[in-house]
């Protein structure tokens, strides 16, 4: 065990330096007192040959560790983990997520595909890739973290509740600052994955007998049953997650009305109409003149009328259900009330007043079409 002590004593020591050089830099009053510091470019240098010097001992490390027990061993994921960080304080984010992916490789070798052990390496590859603006391969790695997670927690436990907490506000961030550049509708696919985890996460399921379940409570009133080890702050904050998500899909379904919904369509169409007519005598002659008939497009264009107000409707309805539930929860613990400066009540008025200002541009949008 005397590499691991040594490895750690390497790893702040290398910090510290690089702390200090840092701190210099941020504060040239203080620097400018002391002698040594006026010298910039030799203290430039000693700092790059300090760095190197660690780097390489590093390096040396790892050559030795795989040297003896392989490329794949175990062992090896410390000192990778190590070398990661080393590099996340020198601001180099792009090598320091190459060495936790590959720690993240070895520990999925070594102790398995769903092993609670890699989170931590996966929390600390997702940072440094979020630090890089590698923001596809961040998602990724979100994404696999979830998926990690919901195998290894049971669906209602606090653990579980908390990894869909955690990808939810990170699929919100990305959404709101469009970080992978993708289009409106590509963003909105994800959101409208969140409303049935947040679900999942309350102990609702997935299912279909457990998605009719959660409708028929939310008809009678009722809320989701929570296993007791799911603490009322965090139900929530499930609630208001998944609340969020429902307002957002309710804004793009109103925002993603066609334009030429708003040129309305004829009902019946006049149509200049000849035929041929046979007489008394057996001649055959035409007859023409105006006819009126029901316009093809009329039906079409009320089936599409329909189904933008069904989705809009329907995307209300669900965050109206959520915010009731809410506001029972609320209701019914005086703790969550005063908790954080009342911060739980202030949510439900900021959901209440989004809906309120979706359904005035419903009313105002279904004027025009």
């Known amino acids: 065990m005397r590499w691991k002590v ?9 910090c510290l330096q690089t ?54 061993d175990s062992r090896l994921s410390e ?33 398995g595909l769903y092993s609670e052990s890699q989170l931590p390496i996966l929390e600390s590859l997702i940072g440094a890739l979020k630090a890089a603006g590698d923001w596809g391969q961040a998602d990724d790695r979100e994404h696999l973290a979830l998926h990690i997670q919901t195998r290894l927690y049971e669906p209602g436990s606090q ?20 970080l992978m550049q993708r289009s409106a509708l590509a963003n909105m696919r994800d959101i409208d994955e969140l409303p049935g985890l947040y679900q999942q996460a309350l102990g609702g399921g997935m299912g279909d007998s457990a998605i009719e ?16 080890g799911l603490r009322q702050q965090t139900r929530f904050d499930l ?15 109103l925002r993603s009305v066609p334009i030429n919904l708003g040129m309305p369509v004829e009902r019946y169409i006049s149509e200049y109409v000849c035929r041929d007519v046979v007489n008394a005598q057996g001649q055959v002659s035409q007859s023409c003149g105006m006819v009126r008939r029901e316009n093809p497009q009329y039906r079409e264009y009320e089936m599409q009328r329909q189904l933008y107000r069904d989705r809009i409707q329907v995307a209300v309805n669900d965050l109206q259900r959520s915010i009731a539930e809410m506001e029972a929860l609320v209701a019914a613990d005086t703790d969550l009330q005063a908790r954080n400066n009342g911060a739980a009540p202030a949510r439900v008025e900021e959901l209440k007043a989004m809906v309120a200002n979706i359904n005035r541009e419903y009313r105002r949008s279904v004027m025009r079409w």
């Not at 040594?6 to 290398?14: I, K, S, Y």
């Not at 400018?32 to 700092?47: G, L, R």
């Not at 080393?86 to 992916?101: D, I, K, P």
């Not at 409708?215 to 049953?225: F, I």
Request: hydrophobic share 40%; charged share 20%; net charge negative.
């Open 79 to 111: 000192v990778l983990l190590d070398t990661g960080r080393y590099y996340m304080s020198l601001g180099q984010f792009g090598s320091a997520a190459a060495y936790f992916e590959r720690a993240l490789s070895i520990t999925r070798i070594s102790d």
């Open 19 to 72: 702390a200090t050089v840092l701190w210099a830099a941020d504060n040239p009053d203080v620097a400018e007192e002391t002698p040594a510091q006026e010298e910039s470019p030799v203290q430039d240098e000693s700092t790059a040959l300090e760095v190197s010097r660690q780097l390489a001992q590093y390096q040396e490390m790892l050559q030795s560790l795989e040297s003896d027990y392989g490329p794949y």
């Open 213 to 228: 379940g959660a409708t028929d409570s939310a008809v009678d009133g009722t809320t989701t049953p929570v296993p007791s």
């Open 239 to 253: 609630l208001y997650g998944k609340a969020y998500a429902e307002a957002q899909l309710a804004d793009f379904a």
């Open 159 to 178: 653990a579980y509740a908390q990894a869909v907490l955690a990808f939810g506000e990170w699929k919100i961030q990305a959404v709101r600052g469009n």
């Open 6 to 14: 040594l490895l750690r004593l390497l790893f702040l020591a290398g």
